[in-house]
């Protein structure tokens, strides 16, 4: 993660990136070398000049800046531009604490990369390690940046967790790291093979057969403060976590198979929402439940037309072993609900490739049996640059899973069936009456190309998001 310092000045800092208003003056010492090139402010535009101040990179905010989001965009888009240097500042003393903090999580969130597995050196690399971020006022902007500065922890943890490959992050090593949040005062509990099948997560057990890696569910409380603590219900967040995804015996194509090492994402997002809120000192009690296997061909490999018996009760009709991230998420949310009887829970999967032709790469998916709980995850959402859009769940969709043999199937016969609203029907019936949200993340969880938000490879997307949600609608 990227050290930010609070300070009044930074010498060792290489560079100083202002951000100006379209029509604003350009710092004094600049001025006739920003005349030379054009730059009016706008938003997205940056210009770069060498003052005797020192370097400076001004960025454009356009008139005006649309909220948070806005001025994140502005920061990811100033470390862009300076990704080559060691260490640069944000020039923050003529913005208000929200203003600033947005403006520099932005940059760090951009700085991020992920070089453990890396042993040659690159010189053109980037190298980006420290961001100063100006102020005249350092206690009051460092207690704004307590805030911010969790979600941006949050999100790198779970964007290092996605970056891992399958190999190196089997269910067991994610719950070894998921200790960790320990010393952030987040419990970590973890339910073992033998301890599924005394519960009855047939459903989670069934996905996790075929491989050499056992399945696991994973739980992390956060138990909040105040009172709060004392006498709310805890908010659950859901993961998907398989680890990696082969389609189990309806094997998947080769090409394009390597990005299922990131088919736990979802996951990766709960437990990163949750050192959120801890590193916050969030009053809210939450839980988060992440069901963590690999689904890999075996010899002890589920098969289509199995019958799984789920800890709901209910009896699943298996159509397509590689819809199997409904599966693992149909155990956990009956898990959470059962388990904690939660005010509201919200499950992150990657779970459909319907949802990318519905929605691109711009939104994930939201589906909800709440309309006030999905319209505070839209907003929160909207607020920290991570947008959804609400999607339908029919009659007619819960319908078409009716079952001959079983109480339903998970999917519809067919490959490639346009199936995200029926995913999302099947996931309904574990939620009992519980305010539920299910985010369809596919599509999100990574970034094929840098842009001037992200680096290439995993967003984090859904951290954010779901802390917001907490402090909006639950802390209150």
């Not at 976590?241 to 189990?248: E, K, N, R, V, Y």
């Not at 988060?288 to 289509?304: I, K, Q, W």
């Not at 009456?433 to 842009?451: F, K, N, R, V």
Request: aromatic share 4%.
């Amino acid at each position: 993660m990227i050290r930010l310092h609070i300070a009044a000045s930074a010498p060792e800092a290489l560079a100083t990136v202002v951000p100006l208003r379209a029509g604003a003056p350009p710092p004094a010492p600049a001025a006739a070398a920003v005349a030379a090139t054009g730059f009016a402010g706008h938003a997205g535009e940056t210009c770069e000049v060498f003052a005797p101040a020192g370097r400076l990179l001004l960025v454009g905010l356009g008139d005006d800046v649309a909220g948070e989001a806005g001025w994140h965009a502005a920061g990811a888009r100033a470390a862009a531009a300076l990704l080559a240097l060691p260490r640069i500042a944000l020039d923050a003393t003529a913005l208000v604490p929200d203003q600033a903090t947005a403006f520099a999580a932005g940059a760090c969130m951009r700085a991020w990369r992920f070089t453990r597995l890396k042993t040659l050196a690159e010189p053109d690399a980037p190298r980006l390690a420290a961001i100063d971020l100006l102020t005249r006022t350092p206690e009051a902007l460092a207690a704004a940046w307590g805030r911010a500065g969790a979600g941006v922890a949050g999100a790198s943890f779970a964007r290092d967790l996605v970056a891992e490959p399958g190999n190196l992050l089997t269910p067991a090593d994610f719950a070894e790291r998921l200790a960790l949040l320990t010393r952030h005062g987040v419990g970590v509990a973890v339910l073992d093979r033998a301890e599924l099948a005394r519960q009855g997560l047939g459903a989670l057990l069934a996905v996790g057969a075929g491989s050499a890696h056992p399945p696991l569910l994973a739980v992390l409380r956060w138990k909040g403060r105040g009172t709060l603590a004392r006498t709310a219900a805890p908010v659950a967040f859901v993961g998907k976590g398989i680890t990696f995804d082969t389609g189990g015996l309806c094997i998947k194509p080769a090409a394009g198979m390597e990005e299922m090492r990131a088919d736990m994402a979802g996951a990766a997002a709960c437990a990163g929402a949750m050192l959120a809120l801890a590193q916050r000192d969030s009053p809210c009690p939450a839980i988060a439940v992440l069901a963590l296997a690999e689904n890999a061909t075996g010899a002890a490999s589920y098969r289509p037309g199995d019958v799984l018996r789920s800890l709901s009760g209910r009896t699943i009709e298996v159509v397509d072993t590689d819809a199997e991230g409904r599966l693992v998420l149909a155990d956990a949310l009956a898990w959470a609900v059962r388990r904690y009887r939660p005010r509201a829970v919200i499950d992150l999967a990657t779970l459909t490739g319907s949802i990318v032709t519905a929605l691109g790469h711009h939104r994930a998916g939201l589906f909800d049996s709440d309309p006030a709980l999905a319209e505070a995850v839209a907003a929160a959402g909207e607020a920290v640059g991570e947008p959804v859009w609400r999607m339908p769940i029919g009659p007619g969709h819960r319908a078409d899973l009716d079952s001959d043999i079983a109480d339903l199937r998970h999917c519809l016969p067919g490959r490639m069936q346009p199936d995200a609203c029926h995913a999302a029907a099947f996931l309904r019936e574990f939620v009992d009456d519980t305010p539920w949200a299910h985010l369809d993340i596919a599509g999100m969880e990574q970034q094929a190309e840098a842009s001037d938000l992200h680096a290439v490879g995993p967003t984090g997307f859904g951290v954010r998001l779901l802390d917001r949600l907490v402090a909006m609608r639950f802390e209150g």
